[in-house]
């Protein structure tokens, strides 16, 4: 039988005057008084005038508080209970809430099956007091999670999967207890309610291995700083209800353990390596009693690329390993096995069928494999074969496991982004039986330091993620509420800057944030490095190889042109040229000059929105200008791609029929395109630095640091090409 936690709130309808507000609830729970925390401060920065009640199991009372919390330990008051029918939770799932009027309209009344969703009603009401100024105006409403797992991803910075500076820069801020405490509060203020954090090898930072101790390089000192580390941050995340996992690549080892005891540091299939792991899961899950789960990611150090392993010895190895050292620890956790070039989804089934978990384990599979910022059409995933999706992973539907699409964000770290439109589509199209959740995150940034931004006095917040607040604000509460509306997120602008603001800015935001979708959804893409939408970085995936210049990272007119499609429903250049020079209906297919008159129009509304901001900015200064210089960045880069595609339209034309005048378009545009990218210049320049970039070891020396400036060369390069483009009859 499902056991519910009863949270009821009680509170005076405006026009009811009390002297203060009391708070009563059980401090059991933690999240709860995470919370009424929360509620507590604001309610006293508006100026009421508020006291808290430990509620106990036998604590009775005599009145009514303006706010009580009851738990399904507790002796339910019989003031309240009159209040209750039996059937009051059938509607409300786990992590939801209903609030409803009672006592007459005079008291509020909220129900929610367990702490999380208790946690949520509050933080509701915290919101209520924040932007509004006042609680009393809450809806009646029932509000059930729209996705179950809403989950973050957070590569560390030590033993990281991308090595380089652009990750090492965040080593000390992420060893900041004061830094996770301020990204776990953003956590449930929007909702998310698991922290993953990855890196290739996580035990020798979190235990001394009882049978292998020379596997972790530090000292005694060193590794019990590190374990209050751990302890500390998942007794943090738990007390915010937030579910911790932590995600480890698979066959490998530190490069002590490596030393110490004769073995490869990856892809060492070794019994000894099989029983250091084994060993080290359940030693983790035992010393880490607040740690909720564990998870493995396959391929990469299991001879991908050579001496491979048969998908079904990459499985039996995580079940001699990770699967038995789960078994063997002393506690149940949860189990996450990422799907990555898997090969045979049915072998992947059949290790967990066996393994018997009393929880559906996570399957996490990336959305349009490494750019999720793209089409919401699911088009490929990391398992895609031959042209196809590999759909033996949700067919037949899978009875011990649940799907968890990974939305990756490899294309935008510097810029601010949000477009909720995009993330209703995406659930709205993609919440299936199987799948229950998403995750949202990077491989290879970093949302601690911020090292991009100049110490400019537009920079008014500490760390990357407080910068990025839309991007995990309209992801969060949409995963959570997927009816949340345009109208909060407006709101949360208006408490910002002011009223006047939010409509409008929300707007901006939507329209420039088109921008990376629409190259994501033009230019396919696989892995990491294959784009990078902000600054218009590829690495060559087009099957005309020879028009990729291998010195350069930027995407040439050439490689433009000669690209596949993400999206199934856009044309490719040549493939629409094509269809033009046959005189064929392109219909019902978005052509390159549907996508640019579209990306143009976003554009040009955008400037004029900041155009009428502009005066706000004296009132509000800070971040707002730095947002609405982000905003017209966003913007000349959607004229950039405009022009650009018009201009590869005109290129490809006259290559193909000879016609002189289409290359003096395509020379014109080519020129647009400077001019648009030297706007893009003027308004990144004074304000980002030239940054290191997760890509940068893979263009080595010509590509260390990363800025609009730097490759305004390869812009001009552009019209070079246009103009040595000869007719060549192609066909």
Not at 142 to 159: A, D, G, Q, V
Request: with cysteine; charged share 25%; aromatic share 14%.
């Amino acid at each position: 039988m499902k056991r519910f936690l009863l949270c009821l709130m009680i509170i005076p309808l405006t026009g009811i005057l009390f002297s203060q507000i009391t708070i009563a609830y059980n401090t059991e729970f933690e999240p709860i008084v995470h919370s009424v925390n929360y509620l507590r401060q604001e309610l006293v920065l508006v100026g009421e005038k508020v006291q808290t009640l430990h509620l106990g199991n036998n604590q009775k009372l005599t009145s009514i508080p303006s706010i009580i919390v009851l738990t399904e330990k507790d002796n339910i008051p019989e003031i309240i209970a009159n209040n209750l029918k039996k059937d009051d939770f059938e509607s409300i799932e786990d992590e939801g809430f209903e609030m409803r009027w009672i006592n007459n309209g005079n008291s509020l009344l909220v129900l929610a099956p367990d702490e999380v969703g208790a946690q949520y009603a509050i933080m509701d009401l915290v919101d209520l007091v924040k932007i509004d100024g006042n609680y009393r105006s809450v809806p009646i409403k029932i509000n059930n999670p729209s996705c179950e797992y809403r989950i973050i991803k957070f590569n560390l910075p030590w033993s990281p999967y991308r090595s380089g500076e652009a990750t090492f820069v965040h080593t000390h801020t992420v060893r900041d207890l004061k830094f996770w405490e301020k990204f776990l509060d953003m956590m449930v203020e929007n909702r998310f309610n698991v922290l993953s954090l990855w890196n290739n090898h996580p035990f020798p930072y979190m235990i001394r291995s009882k049978n292998f101790p020379g596997a972790s390089p530090l000292n005694d000192r060193e590794m019990e700083e590190w374990k209050t580390f751990w302890r500390k941050l998942f007794r943090m995340a738990k007390q915010r209800g937030i579910q911790t996992f932590i995600v480890n690549w698979n066959i490998v080892v530190s490069p002590a353990f490596a030393e110490k005891y004769g073995a490869s540091q990856y892809n060492d299939r070794s019994d000894l390596v099989k029983r250091y792991t084994r060993e080290s899961v359940t030693q983790l899950i035992n010393e880490y009693e607040d740690l909720t789960g564990i998870g493995v990611t396959l391929a990469d150090w299991m001879g991908t690329f050579n001496d491979s392993m048969t998908p079904e010895e990459r499985e039996e190895w995580i079940e001699e390993t990770f699967i038995r050292g789960i078994e063997n620890a002393y506690r149940e956790v949860k189990f996450l096995h990422r799907s990555v070039l898997a090969g045979n989804p049915e072998a992947m089934r059949n290790i967990i069928d066996r393994a018997g978990f009393k929880e559906p384990v996570l399957v996490e599979i990336k959305f349009n494999w490494s750019h999720g910022h793209s089409t919401p059409v699911l088009s490929i995933t990391h398992d895609y074969h031959s042209g196809e999706l590999d759909q033996r992973f949700w067919i037949p539907t899978p009875e011990n496991y649940k799907i968890q699409w990974m939305i990756r964000n490899e294309d935008f770290f510097i810029l601010r982004w949000g477009q909720p439109d995009f993330i209703r589509e995406h659930i709205k199209l993609n919440r299936k039986e199987y799948a229950n959740g998403y995750f949202i995150g990077s491989e290879g940034y970093i949302p601690a330091s911020d090292y991009s931004h100049l110490p400019t006095s537009d920079k008014t917040w500490q760390y990357a993620f407080e910068k990025q607040w839309l991007f995990y604000k309209v992801w969060g509460r949409l995963l959570y509420d997927i009816d949340t509306p345009d109208t909060y997120f407006a709101s949360v602008f208006n408490k910002r800057y002011g009223p006047g603001t939010g409509t409008n800015l929300l707007q901006a935001y939507k329209l420039a944030s088109n921008m990376p979708l629409r190259l994501a959804s033009f230019h396919k893409s696989t892995w990491d490095y294959t784009l990078y939408s902000e600054g218009f970085l590829s690495a060559a995936q087009s099957s005309q190889t020879d028009f990729f210049d291998k010195s350069s990272a930027f995407i040439s007119i050439d490689e433009f042109i000669y690209h596949e499609t993400l999206d199934p429903t856009m044309l490719s250049i040549p493939d629409y040229i094509e269809l033009m020079i046959k005189k064929e209906s392109v219909s019902p297919r978005i052509t390159p000059l549907d996508l640019a008159s579209a990306s143009e129009n976003d554009s040009r509304q955008v400037l004029n929105i900041i155009e009428y901001l502009k005066p706000f900015v004296n009132d509000y200064s800070g971040s707002l200008n730095s947002e609405l210089q982000d905003l017209a960045t966003w913007s000349y880069l959607g004229l950039y791609l405009a022009d650009k595609l018009r201009a590869g339209v005109a290129l490809e034309n006259y290559r193909r029929t000879g016609d002189n005048s289409k290359k003096t378009e395509a020379l014109e545009l080519l020129e647009k395109c400077l001019k648009h990218w030297d706007n893009v210049i003027i308004f990144t320049k004074d304000r980002y630095a030239p940054t290191p970039h997760v890509s940068t070891e893979r263009w080595g020396d010509n590509f260390r640091e990363f800025s609009w400036e730097l490759f305004r060369p390869q812009v001009i390069r552009d019209i070079v090409i246009a103009k040595e483009s000869v007719y060549n009859k192609m066909k």
